[in-house]
């Protein structure tokens, strides 16, 4: 995978390495106009970006660390330097009229329902085909991603009487309601609802470690389509950087399709995992280092014994633990909590699936349930949200499945243990917090001994959180990682304010 952009502020080379129609670096043009959001981004007329010198990149970013701006020189000097170089730039004026674009540029449709439901994952459809049975209440199932949603389909068939909205977006909660966007059709949806349901899966964690922000360096998630496109070539030499289960499936795909793989484990638990299922394994991880520049090309291993390894790589795939989507829940103020079973942040629920802001409910893996748990689970709170008794079976299995999510409140949890994400020897160098904005673990460190000490003002800082991803790849890692390191509450830091909309747009859309 070849680079497709530079870093903002080090002109380090950039690669696509989540597969979410957020990810920077992966949202480009195709030939018709239309948005594109995978892989397909070189032809042989179109060639992948150059990057910036290796030498000149470095010192970009010896000088270009968060805070630079707070110097004296620059503080007094920029609106000179900035005024200098609009005067030498080709670029136009920003303008200082309202664009001429109206929304008749977009096609609007209001809609009400009394049940919404959006998903990511198959505890959306089944709760859409339970709540389908009762003819009296009305329901919207919205479903993001139409690939996924046509692998769930093959597990569970979508009873004909769900109404549901392929393709289109969550932007967010806003005073017309919730609202929804469709690329494709060029369509925005505002739909408003008695009730809602998040049921929006989870997503791979972003590792740190030494250059994780390497071109070829990818999540378990975005290999997944790779694979599934027939992008992987069987003489591909590829690391998988796992973490339980998870790893140990990439795994197995992978090797299967004829890839040489490496599984670096870090779940600590060596002995069930042999290797002997096609590819090979390294156990008791203390520290990995990726190396190249414009892309990948080998990954240092110590061992906890002491003991480095050095493997040449063409491909690196992250499989460590799950980050809960809970973006939409947060821009419509529900509360946070630690799951120590996803052993990330969630949201705070209760045994019902319900939240702390009236007639918001949460269910399947983001929640924290365990997988096995899932289609259980979506039938049983189907009644909850139709306000229908429960048996004492069922508040049973819901309660256990409940317990099994260790919720723990976020003001008391101190990350005692290391993250499996974080996978560094120390805070310095090139090890990427925010790969968006350029943002290195030293300088979220430094912020907060500055006394920057909460998430919203070490945004302001260091500009965490503020890229294209809108912090989703930083913002819990930053929380997490500096509860580990300083030993303090998770909650004390805070989260960086979620505002609409969750999903970036592009001017010319609208």
């Excluded at 805070?67 to 136009?92: A, C, Q, T």
């Excluded at 329901?139 to 392929?166: M, Q």
């Amino acid at each position: 995978m070849r680079a497709t952009s530079l870093s903002p502020k080090f002109g380090r080379p950039r690669a696509p390495f989540f597969g979410e129609i957020w990810c920077p670096w992966i949202r480009t043009l195709s030939s018709n106009g239309s948005l594109n959001y995978l892989v397909k981004h070189h032809t042989l007329v179109e060639p992948s970006v150059r990057p910036r010198n290796r030498i000149i990149s470095a010192i970009f970013t010896r000088f270009g660390r968060a805070g630079f701006y707070h110097n004296y020189f620059i503080r007094n000097l920029w609106r000179y330097i900035w005024r200098f170089i609009v005067g030498i730039s080709s670029l136009p004026r920003l303008p200082i009229k309202e664009s001429s674009l109206t929304e008749s540029s977009v096609d609007i449709e209001n809609m009400n329902t009394d049940i919404l439901i959006i998903g990511r994952e198959p505890s959306a459809v089944i709760l859409a085909n339970e709540i389908s049975l009762n003819k009296s209440v009305s329901h919207l199932l919205v479903y993001d991603d139409e690939d996924d949603l046509s692998e769930v389909e093959k597990r569970y068939k979508i009873d004909s009487n769900v109404n549901i909205l392929r393709g289109a977006h969550y932007l967010g909660y806003f005073e017309d309601g919730h609202v929804f966007i469709n690329y494709l059709k060029r369509k925005i949806y505002v739909v408003n609802s008695k009730k809602i349901v998040f049921a929006t899966g989870t997503r791979d964690v972003y590792p740190i470690f030494e250059n994780n922000d390497l071109p070829g360096i990818i999540s378990s998630d975005l290999a997944l389509k790779l694979l599934k496109n027939n992008c992987i070539k069987k003489d591909h030499r590829i690391a998988v950087l796992g973490y339980k289960e998870r790893g140990l499936m990439i795994s197995r795909l992978f090797a299967d399709a004829g890839a040489e793989v490496y599984l670096i484990d870090v779940s600590g638990s060596p002995e069930r995992i042999t290797g002997s299922e096609g590819y090979k394994v390294f156990n008791k991880i203390d520290y990995i280092k990726a190396s190249g520049y414009d892309h990948v090309k080998s990954l240092e291993i110590r061992l906890k014994n002491g003991e480095k390894k050095i493997i040449e790589i063409d491909l690196l795939i992250t499989a460590l633990n799950r980050q809960a989507n809970i973006e939409p829940l947060l821009q419509n103020h529900v509360s946070t909590a630690y799951s120590e079973s996803l052993e990330s942040i969630t949201v705070l629920s209760r045994l019902d699936g319900s939240t702390d802001v009236p007639n918001i409910y949460v269910l399947g893996s983001m929640s924290g349930t365990k997988e096995e748990y899932i289609e259980e689970e979506a039938r049983i709170i189907s009644k909850t949200i139709l306000d229908r008794e429960l048996s004492s079976d069922e508040k049973k299995i819901l309660e256990k499945i409940f317990i099994e999510k260790k919720l723990v409140d976020i003001n008391s949890k101190i990350i005692d243990k290391r993250p499996s994400f974080y996978l560094a020897d120390s805070i310095y160098g090139s090890k990427f917090i925010c790969p968006c904005e350029d943002v290195l673990l030293e300088d979220l460190v430094k912020a907060f001994e500055n006394g920057y000490i909460s998430l919203e003002k070490i945004k302001r800082y260091t500009a965490l959180g503020t890229g294209s991803c809108q912090g989703r790849i930083c913002k819990y890692n930053a929380a997490i990682i500096l509860s580990y390191l300083k030993k303090i509450p998770i909650g004390s830091v805070g989260l960086i304010r979620q505002r609409p909309p969750l999903e970036p747009v592009e001017i010319s859309f609208l």
